[in-house]
C-alpha cells in the first residue's frame, strides 16, 4: 500500500511553495509520493482567466521533472465541468483501492472545507494534512481541527511546515513587470515561462 499525498490547485503557475510542501511530506514520511492535480474548472474561481489545464499540467511537469517520488496527474482537468474534490476522491480510491490517500491544503482551506460540495464526504475518504497559510495562528487551527473533528470525524494532521511569502498572483505579477521569477519558480519552469511569454500581459 502506497501512502499518497494529493496536493491540488490552479498552479497559475505553479511555484516553490508548492515544491517544498511536496518535499516536506516526503521528507517527514507523511506520505510516500506526492501527487500534483492541477484544477479543471474550479467552481470557487469561476470567471477567472487562466492558462488551459493541459498547459499548466505541461508547465507542472517541467517543475517536478528532477523530483523523486512526484507526480503530475490530469483527472481534473480531464473531467467536464467544474471540479469538486469529493467527486475526485471517490474516481481515485476505485482506481487505486490499496493506496491510503491524504488530501495536503493550506489553513485558508481548513476553514473553509466545511461549506465545499458534499464535504462530509471528503472528511471520511482522506486524511488532510494542513499547513499554514493566510496568517492563521497554529491556536486558531487547532481549534478548528478540533472542532472539525468533533462534528465530522475529520482526520486531521497539522504540520510544522514554515508558510513561505509566494504566491501565483504574485508571479504574475512580476513578469508582467518584467522582472525575474527564478528564485519563486522551479528554474526550468521559469525558462519555460519566458520561452512562452506567458502571463506578460496581467499587469
Known amino acids: 500500500m502506497a501512502k499518497i499525498g494529493l496536493l491540488g490547485g490552479t498552479f497559475h503557475p505553479f511555484h516553490n511553495g508548492h515544491l517544498e510542501l511536496g518535499r516536506y511530506c516526503l ?12 484544477t479543471g474548472v474550479s467552481y470557487l474561481k469561476a470567471g477567472q482567466k487562466m492558462l488551459p489545464g ?3 499540467l505541461r508547465l507542472l511537469q517541467i517543475a517536478i521533472q528532477d523530483e523523486k517520488n512526484m507526480s503530475a496527474i490530469d483527472i481534473e482537468i480531464k473531467r467536464p465541468g467544474n471540479t469538486y474534490t469529493v467527486e475526485t476522491l471517490k474516481e481515485l480510491k476505485k482506481m487505486y483501492p490499496e493506496h491510503e490517500f491524504s488530501y495536503v491544503i493550506g489553513a485558508d482551506c481548513l476553514f473553509s472545507m466545511e461549506h465545499w460540495y458534499q464535504a462530509e464526504e471528503i472528511f471520511q475518504l482522506c486524511r488532510l494534512l494542513v499547513a499554514r497559510r493566510g496568517g492563521k ?6 481549534k478548528k481541527a478540533k472542532d472539525l473533528r468533533d462534528r465530522f470525524g ?13 504566491s501565483s498572483t504574485l508571479i504574475r ?24 511569454g506567458y502571463f506578460r500581459e496581467e499587469g
Open 154 to 166: 475529520a482526520n486531521i494532521h497539522l504540520l510544522e511546515f514554515q508558510e513561505m511569502d509566494i
Open 27 to 38: 521528507e517527514k514520511k507523511l506520505v510516500s509520493e506526492v501527487w500534483f492535480m492541477p
Open 54 to 56: 493541459e498547459e499548466r
Open 137 to 142: 495562528s497554529r491556536g486558531e487551527m487547532r
Open 173 to 196: 505579477g512580476r513578469i508582467a513587470q518584467g522582472e525575474t521569477i527564478e528564485d519563486l519558480v522551479p528554474v526550468k519552469m521559469a525558462a519555460e515561462i519566458e520561452r512562452l
